[in-house]
């Protein structure tokens, strides 16, 4: 089946007076009809970038500079501002973080609802407030003939993003960015959320890319995962592979720094170190001042994703060719 | 709502009578009226039965209440200037001031959202720029200069506005207005631009920084993202949310408007209560005094209270006790 949506080697700068910030560099990935994958990685590694620039709404001056992005085949990252926000919400659907910031207060949640329908769809308005009805009790609202007259903070966070997912959902586009769903949620709510966009995700045939730094969150939904750091894309593959045997150092680093629930640790295995700034990329690899199995190449050439079986690691331990030159650090792996 | 409206009516009273005291310590303790309306010759039968007849032989506290009594009915005197009722000549006075204060409050309000609006949506363009530069005049330049150059320039150089009046007025029973004849209209844009400036700078300026402070909220960027217009993200979801603070104070203004119409009612000889009360002021008319005093506080609870009603209308999380909040 032909991706929903592709991403090619995407592009994402900043402007500034001391020059130009690379947010994003070379990033690509495909999503399938009813596929989740899902974009981990630290704060700033640019997973919410990616969403935003997918939605075409990244916050100027950032500017894609280069890539493209197409859905269902047809190219999207140059169209101009009408043609794209009759897309948005039609065909790209978006959930964002924080439910408790992202309703109007001012708005009942079935005016929310009924104008986000009638913008995409010729709906008349009964129509539109019986759908709006149907897409409250879609995502669980209890007595949603009456709630749907209420105001955003006649609702509990959980119900709030319940309410936001029905938004992103409502005129039943093609593709879901949802920008980390369940991180200002209550621990307990969030499972439920994730089984609300699963079920949901998985109903409509819609696709998914969910942004997250949570890998239960991650291992939970994904069918797929990207690791990103710095900007570009550490790892993709099968979320189980990915979990399990992670093979860039730096996703392998986020694996082990889940705490295991099965026994007791002293330490809790971390990355020494911290990202780089935008302005600071290390040459090479970007992550090499932070590896274990750093050697020579690393700090001058950069890696392009390679096979390793099982996933694709832009890393180059899993090249042929770095193997003859760095065998003392093969140790390590 | 019924009873918070009652709560804030309440609550006005004790307002009320401290500005009553404030008042009626005026009448007490400044000047003397009595020398004021005796004139240079009088006979001290005359001096006795005057103090007598204002009341001026009583204790304080008796004077006091009375004046409270006599307020409350709207009875505040009579004015030692023109020794007429004070409540006859406020009302003759108060139409021209009230059709004035209205106009610049409708420019200060109609202008002020469109141009805040504008420099908030499109804040890199010249045009941002010039009504920012504009707006500091406004802001900086007080109200008597703003009027005399507007007098220089329009009436004195052009010729196309009258310098001082109110024009031809119309008579609707006690209700004088010049709305009705064209001489009225002219005479009412000068005084109206030099009384609104300050306010719609005020205003352009707030609804500005509103504006850009709601266009980055989440809100708005899902609103983006979920394909709305940009007619239906700017005027409807960013404008409306911020209307609270714009409220608050554009309202204060008006009454700002109302009470400091002096200043402008004196510059163009406006026969408005601000004239009448600087008219009182050189003559040490003290009854005229209080009573505006008394007026202008009337005004600025009445405005107040129509604010918080206005605050309910727009935003729902103040209305309490409307459908309880909902659980997971």
């Known amino acids: ?173 093609k593709l879901i960015v949802a920008d980390e769903p369940t991180t200002a949620l209550d621990v307990s709510i969030q499972a439920q959320i994730i089984a609300l966009l699963k079920t949901l995700a998985r109903e409509k045939r819609t696709a998914m890319m969910l942004v997250t730094h949570d890998m239960g969150v991650i291992a939970e939904t994904a069918d797929r995962v990207a690791v990103m750091y710095a900007g570009r894309i550490a790892e993709i593959g099968p979320v189980r592979s990915v979990v399990k045997s992670a093979k860039h150092p730096y996703s392998a680093g986020l694996m082990a720094s889940i705490p295991p629930l099965d026994r007791k640790v002293d330490h809790l295995a971390g990355i020494e170190g911290s990202m780089p700034r935008l302005s600071a990329i290390p040459q090479g690899c970007a992550f090499n001042p932070r590896c274990a199995h750093v050697f020579a190449r690393c700090r001058i050439e950069r890696p392009e994703l390679l096979e390793t079986g099982s996933t694709r690691a832009a890393c180059w331990l899993y090249d042929p060719a770095s193997e003859k030159q760095a065998p003392e650090v093969m140790r390590h792996v | 709502m019924f009873a918070f409206i009652l709560s804030r009516i309440l609550q006005a009273i004790p307002v009320m009578l401290v500005v009553a005291l404030i008042s009626f310590a005026m009448f007490a303790y400044v000047g003397d009226p009595v020398s004021i309306m005796l004139g240079q010759d009088f006979t001290e039968a005359q001096r006795t039965q005057l103090i007598k007849d204002l009341g001026l032989d009583q204790s304080f506290l008796m004077q006091f209440s009375t004046f409270i009594g006599n307020a409350a009915q709207g009875e505040f005197g009579l004015s030692y200037r023109l020794s007429r009722p004070v409540a006859q000549l406020i009302g003759e006075r108060a139409p021209a001031t009230l059709e004035l204060a209205i106009c610049a409050a409708s420019i200060a309000l109609v202008v002020g959202v469109a141009m805040g609006v504008y420099t908030g949506l499109y804040r890199n363009s010249w045009l941002s720029r010039a009504f920012l530069t504009f707006s500091l005049v406004g802001v900086s330049l007080p109200p008597f200069l703003i009027g005399i150059l507007l007098i220089l320039i329009f009436s004195v150089w052009l010729g196309w506005l009258p310098s001082f009046g109110r024009g031809e007025v119309v008579q609707f029973g006690w209700w004088s207005t010049g709305f009705l004849t064209w001489s009225g209209l002219k005479a009412l844009i000068l005084p109206a631009i030099t009384l609104g400036l300050f306010q719609l700078t005020l205003i352009m300026r707030l609804v500005r920084s509103e504006m850009l402070e709601v266009l980055r909220t989440d809100y708005i960027k899902f609103a983006r993202a979920r394909g709305l217009g940009n007619r239906a993200i700017n005027f409807g979801h960013a404008l409306k949310n911020t209307l609270v603070p714009v409220i ?81």
């Open chain 2, 248 to 328: 608050t104070i554009a309202g204060l203004q008006l009454g700002g408007i109302i009470a400091f119409a002096i200043v402008t009612e004196t510059v163009f000889q406006w026969p408005g209560m601000g004239l009448l009360f600087i008219q009182s002021v050189g003559a040490a008319d003290i009854p005229v005094m209080a009573a505006y005093l008394m007026l202008i506080a009337l005004v600025f609870v009445g405005i107040n209270l129509v604010v918080d009603l206005l605050y309910f209308l727009v935003d729902p999380r103040l209305r309490v006790g409307r459908g309880a909040a909902g659980g997971h």
């Open chain 1, 1 to 173: 089946m032909p991706p929903i949506l592709e991403v090619r080697d995407l592009r994402v700068e900043f402007p500034t007076r001391r020059g130009t910030l690379t947010a994003l560099d070379g990033v690509s990935f495909d999503i399938a009809p009813g596929e989740v994958l899902g974009v981990v990685g630290e704060s700033g590694a640019g997973k919410s970038m990616t969403g935003a620039a997918i939605i075409g709404l990244l916050e100027p001056p950032g500017r894609i500079a280069g890539g493209q992005i197409l859905l269902s085949g047809k190219r999207i990252d140059n169209l101009p501002y009408e043609q794209m926000r009759r897309i948005r919400g039609r065909e790209i659907g978006a959930i964002f973080q924080d439910p408790l910031t992202t309703l109007n207060p001012l708005y009942t949640v079935g005016r929310q609802l009924i104008e986000t329908m009638q913008t995409h769809l010729p709906l008349s308005d009964k129509e539109a407030r019986q759908r709006a009805i149907g897409w409250l009790e879609m995502v669980g609202i209890p007595a949603a003939a009456q709630r749907v007259d209420s105001y955003p903070h006649e609702f509990s966070g959980g119900m709030r993003q319940r309410v936001v997912i029905s938004l992103a959902l409502c005129a039943e586009p």
